[in-house]
């Protein structure tokens, strides 16, 4: 049908960019578009597997209501920072959702929240910013609005055969301070899935489909999270960093 070619013609590559979840009106069930990211290779991590696991995620593709774009991100904070200001402020998304890979990780894992002091790694430029820190004057932890806990339930409730699992600690690193920025920028409406190295225990084509269920479940959930304040507070975490 038409609709369904111009469905498929939907799909768009860019270099970099995030996953944003856009809705007209999502209490009607318009169709939303989604931007999905993926890291390039940095460190030892010369195929990042979360770059691989969305581009799985756009073969396997979402529902018939919802626009699948994938775009990979640079490993560097000062793109980041260019970016993220100009998505939200273009595109007012109503999520934005990251895909990063964590070098420890075993399960893919939903972070619960971003930080915003502690980042001392340089990135692929050889850079780090002098304050060590996403946004000055902001709060030091801010929380998803998204129930990561309910989504880690639905989704391992599933029989997908892909375990899944809520962190609270990003590592402080790219992803932590990419999850942070939008969480800042956003209020709350955003989200971070971290994915193990390919191979370890997954392959390619189970992260796309961790990631297809996962993305369904909030999708679901982020409608009522509209009117949810808690992103508003610093979070009361403990927190143990992770090496990414």
């Known amino acids: 049908s038409d609709k369904a070619a111009s ?5 768009s590559h860019r270099r970099w960019g995030i996953l944003v979840l856009l809705c007209d ?5 318009s169709i939303s578009s989604v931007f999905f990211l993926g ?8 195929i990042n597997a979360s770059w691989v696991a969305v581009q799985e995620l756009e073969r396997l593709g979402l529902a018939q209501n919802v626009d699948l ?20 402020k273009q595109h007012q998304p109503q999520l934005v959702v990251h895909v990063g890979v964590s070098g420890i990780a075993t399960t893919v894992t939903l972070e619960k929240c971003g930080r915003n002091h502690g980042y001392k790694r340089v990135d692929n430029c050889s850079f780090c910013p002098d304050s060590q820190c996403c946004m000055e004057g902001g709060p030091e932890c801010i929380d998803s609005v998204i129930d990561m806990d309910l989504v880690c339930k ?9 375990a899944v ?47 297809q269920a996962i993305v369904g479940e909030m999708l679901e959930l982020v409608g009522q999270a509209e009117g949810d304040d808690h992103h508003r507070h610093h979070c009361s975490h403990q927190h143990h960093q992770h090496a990414h």
């Not at 890291?39 to 010369?46: A, C, K, N, S």
């Not at 899935?193 to 084509?205: D, E, F, R, S, T």
């Open 7 to 11: 469905y498929k013609n939907s799909v």
């Open 25 to 29: 009106d999502f209490k009607r069930l």
């Open 39 to 46: 890291f390039e290779p940095f460190g030892d991590h010369t």
């Open 69 to 88: 774009h994938i775009c990979e991100v640079p490993v560097e904070y000062q793109a980041v920072q260019s970016l993220l200001p100009s998505l939200w």
């Open 154 to 162: 639905r989704v391992n409730s599933s029989r997908l055969g892909v």
């Open 165 to 211: 699992s809520v962190s609270k600690d990003a590592g402080r690193y790219l992803c932590d301070y990419t999850y942070y920025t939008s969480l800042y920028l956003g209020k709350g409406r955003s989200a971070f899935v971290h994915v193990p190295p390919l191979g370890k225990p997954y392959n390619a084509q189970d992260l796309g489909r961790a990631l």
